[in-house]
């Protein structure tokens, strides 16, 4: 049967356990709920195509056996078999057109972290929820965390301010203006989305770009208390303004404001945080698992976005989805985990389809040489030069050819090594012929 009947975004099953989230050219993210649980769901568009068509063939089947008969008859990953229930209602929804649509408004955690590889997308699926959302612009409040962040940088403190006072001249009695440091309460990110949340009935977004690169529990000090929502959306616990933000937020929002009545801080139903994690990084300030459980996760997997991209080097051609293929094996192999590998958009090409060698010696073998395998060893063959001598990273520089800023030939033997044979252009014919082997 194929998709030619596309779920569309807000549809839901009529058991209400799935609903469509958003969806890209690849995969739709969905709802799904189970026994009482909840959780965001990537499912793959090619995968759900199995499923229709087994379901169509096999209408008496259940879940588990579409599983069992599908899972390692194709390339896709078995892993994403492991959702066979969600996929089996999502295939009765095309099969049936059972499916009812809700309102237009994407249903999401109050409080959600995306995570995954670097280069998978996680800040791009943030964007693409909040844009198919239609949220404007003024409801999206955006920080980034670093080792450097703090409370104060998070939520606000007084910093000297310069403001422009009048005053007269005791000679003459002319009024001039004085340019002077004054020390004003400054709100931060946190603070911009609270304040704008309580002035408003629209949703507000709160996003915050790697979080794990920054101490958590230090930024969001006695925050914390507030993550812990109720049904209504609400914060179970309210916790006591300090002096400063108290008279900042009485200023702006008045003392009668529910966001600072009596005091006190309560996050509204209509603040939601969303974040980024990358996992090669989580090594910086661990998540102790208190604050992890008040947040709901969503795993942004590596997948093949088929951009069409080539690495170009020394006249050659080489399919960067082959590459990250094999060299996320190399690393799963090495390393023995999966936080070190890199998405489809690790990097991406200045002219929307070729990698060039500076671009991919800069960023991807800088990578490699200096976060993934420095600390295992070059001892592999894809590491060694022809005399069987070990890459060593400044060697990517080192050129003796006119017109080259890295040396090309050197990336052509790491890719032969670590690939197939390439394809190469001859530029005479403006053709592409297979290498002999």
């Known amino acids: 049967m194929g998709l030619n009947n596309r779920l569309q975004i807000g549809d839901v099953s009529n058991n209400g356990q799935v609903e469509i989230v958003d969806e890209d050219r690849l995969c739709y993210l969905v709802r799904s709920t189970s026994r009482g649980a909840s959780g965001l769901r990537t499912i793959s568009k090619s995968l759900l195509e199995e499923y229709v068509n087994y379901w169509s063939e096999h209408p008496n089947a259940t879940s588990e056996s579409a599983r069992q008969a599908l899972s390692g008859t194709s390339e896709i990953d078995k892993f994403e078999y492991g959702y066979t229930s969600t996929l089996s209602v999502m295939a009765q929804m095309v099969i049936q057109s059972t499916h009812k649509a809700k309102n237009n408004i994407i249903s999401l955690p109050r409080q959600q972290i995306f995570y995954g590889a670097p280069g998978t997308g996680k800040s791009c699926r943030i964007k693409s929820l909040l844009a198919n959302n239609k949220v404007a612009e003024n409801n999206i409040f ?6 450097d962040s703090d409370y104060s940088t998070f939520v606000g403190a007084y910093k000297p301010t310069m403001e422009v006072v009048p ?11 004085e340019r002077r440091i004054a020390y004003n309460f400054i709100p931060q990110a946190f603070l911009n989305a609270y304040v704008r949340a309580y002035q408003t009935d629209e949703n507000v977004y709160l996003v915050i770009e790697e979080i794990n690169r920054g101490n958590c529990a230090q930024i969001f000090g006695d925050l914390f208390q507030l993550l812990d929502r109720g049904d209504d959306g609400k914060s179970d616990y309210c916790i006591k303004a300090d002096t400063d933000i108290r008279t900042y937020l009485e200023g702006v929002l008045g003392d009668d404001n529910e966001g600072i009545k009596g005091g006190n801080l309560c996050l509204p139903a209509n603040l939601y945080i969303l974040a980024t994690m990358n996992t090669s990084d989580q090594s ?4 102790d698992s208190a604050f992890k459980r008040r947040w709901e996760w969503e795993y942004v997997p590596i997948r093949n976005e088929e951009q069409g991209w080539v690495i170009a080097a020394d006249g050659k051609e080489w399919d960067w989805w082959q590459f990250l293929n094999a060299v996320n094996e190399k690393i799963a192999s090495v390393t023995d985990s999966e936080d070190k590998k890199l998405g489809y958009y690790f990097v991406k090409p200045a002219d929307g389809h070729t990698i060039t060698a500076k671009t991919f010696v800069g960023k991807v073998l800088f990578y490699l040489w200096n976060d993934v395998f420095k600390d295992y060893g070059f001892s592999d063959d894809e590491f060694q030069t022809e005399d069987g001598k070990e890459i060593r990273y400044p060697m990517f520089y080192e050129t003796a050819v006119v017109g080259q800023e890295v040396n090309e030939e050197l990336i052509a033997q790491f890719l032969n090594k670590l690939l197939p044979k390439p394809e190469e252009t001859d530029e005479a014919t403006n053709t592409t012929t297979q290498e002999e082997v």
Request: glycine share 4%; aromatic share 14%.
């Open 142 to 147: 955006r920080t980034t965390f670093h080792p």
């Open 167 to 177: 005053r007269y001249e005791s000679s003459t009695g002319t009024q001039v203006e």
């Open 284 to 287: 910086l300030f661990p998540i």
